[in-house]
């Protein structure tokens, strides 16, 4: 294939926002030029104003196949990234059947995920109760990195691990250099706080709010650190939602520890009070928590004590969120927001005095680095596949659910007002969606560590 160019006034790279001209050649960018004449034999792309950010990496997702097509499943996952932007899926291992706690499941997801993706992707090992043996073998079989939740993930076939069990794997995980991540919730406070609640009004949000609270989190990454201390492995704290365990993972940082955290449009866009009694589908475990609380995780990404934001999109068939139960004890917690997640956060990040740049480094650049493919991924620089996102951060949209391109369409922020439309995304140079369609046979392969 001959070098083609991609050219805006707006190219987000590593050294800033600036007009220039991306040159691809086989998948590859093999250059990025000032936006000045080029050849009248390259073929060019000029999106003038608009702007091309790298293509986006969404280390937690949940595809939940094989085993649970019904919810998720890979071709409607990568058709809804590409129409949100993103280029490369890391999949958590808990919701397929059988769970990707070892190597002959994670040999069954690839052969699932064979000719179905729109876009790149990749899979955690998980790392239960009773599965220490295969840590080192799934992280020889490609694996980016581990899983593992310290509280009842909500479904069975995964299970929770204990302090003893986590101790227990901790010298594997350090073995094999790659991050563990770690769902921070312990039961003690879950379970007091849920036994206190027996017999509350559960159709009320404050209700569920309750029964997570705080503590939860803060007693987690207490003892998350203490072990990091003790073990020395990568520690990586998923959708952080309390911030009051901000100071004590800045003490972390500042310590030296290797400690990353990531947070989720919905803990930065939405907040307790606004959340109606029998709202299900703002159900996500730990909780969406109030106004203040928010704010505060806006200023732990502006301190750079959050790294980067990611989905947790974690679908589900519209029975299970009980909808019309408004029952919040027995709906399913997660937010599905593959499509939507860009301009859900630009909508927040832009009115905070953030720009484009603090985008790609918080949903490119970080999660591609704890994916460990941060050479390859997640910025528009030469030698890096040409994965593109071409973006109007000025355009505004109410949510549809002709937005939603994940397998069932609902989500909270139907009727949202947001800000920046994903107009297309490329994919090592070959465009795999415009303007609500998806061009061209799927291109999306597994990108092993």
Not at 41 to 56: H, M, N, S, T, V
Not at 245 to 261: C, I, Q, T
Not at 396 to 422: C, D, M, N, T, W
Request: hydrophobic share 40%; proline share 6%.
């Amino acid at each position: 294939m001959s070098v083609q160019a991609f050219v805006s006034r707006r190219v987000v790279t590593p050294q800033g926002i600036r007009a220039a001209a991306v040159l691809v050649e086989n998948g590859r960018i093999v250059d990025v030029t000032p936006a000045g004449p080029l050849s009248a034999e390259i073929p060019l792309k000029d999106f003038g104003d608009l702007a091309i950010l790298p293509g986006l990496v969404d280390s937690h997702v949940h595809i939940n196949e094989p085993g649970r097509t019904e919810w998720e499943g890979f071709r409607t996952a990568t058709r809804a990234a590409a129409a949100g932007g993103y280029t490369l899926l890391v999949d958590m291992p808990l919701n397929c059947l059988p769970p990707t706690t070892t190597v002959a499941a994670l040999e069954a997801k690839r052969n699932a995920a064979s000719g179905q993706c729109t876009v790149g992707w990749m899979a955690w090992g998980g790392v239960v109760s009773d599965n220490q043996g295969h840590i080192e073998d799934l992280a020889a079989a490609g694996v980016p990195g581990f899983k593992c939740f310290l509280v009842h993930p909500g479904i069975d076939g995964f299970t929770m691990v204990t302090e003893q069990q986590l101790r227990a794997a901790l010298p594997h995980v350090a073995r094999t250099g790659l991050p563990l991540l770690v769902h921070a919730e312990l039961p003690g406070p879950v379970d007091a706080a849920t036994q206190r609640l027996a017999q509350a009004d559960w159709s009320k949000y404050a209700t569920y709010l309750a029964s997570r609270p705080d503590e939860a989190e803060l007693s987690a990454i207490r003892l998350l650190l203490s072990l990091c201390r003790e073990f020395r492995f990568r520690l990586h704290i998923v959708h952080l939602s309390t911030s009051l365990a901000l100071d004590m993972l800045r003490a972390a940082k500042s310590e030296g520890l290797p400690v990353s955290v990531e947070t989720c449009p919905h803990y930065l866009h939405f907040s307790s009070e606004q959340i109606a009694d029998g709202q299900t589908l703002f159900k996500c475990a730990p909780p969406i928590r109030s106004c203040e609380n928010c704010e505060r995780l806006w200023e732990g990404l502006r301190e750079r004590v959050i790294d980067f934001v990611v989905t947790d999109h974690s679908p589900c068939p519209p029975a299970m969120k009980r909808l019309d139960e408004r029952d919040f004890r027995t709906a399913w917690g997660g937010i599905a927001s593959l499509s939507l997640a860009l301009p859900v956060l630009w909508t927040d990040a832009s009115r905070r005095g953030f720009t484009l740049a603090d985008i790609a480094r918080w949903t490119a650049e970080g999660p591609a680095k704890l994916a460990g493919c941060e050479s390859q991924k997640g910025r528009i620089a030469k030698g890096y596949d040409a994965d593109l996102v071409v973006f109007d951060p000025e355009a505004k949209f109410v949510a549809k659910q002709e937005h939603l391109h994940y397998r069932h369409r609902i989500s909270p922020y139907l009727g949202e007002e947001l800000r920046g439309i994903v107009q297309a995304t490329y994919l090592r140079g070959n465009c795999v969606f415009e303007s609500g369609t998806f061009p061209g046979e799927p291109s999306g392969r597994e990108i092993r560590r």
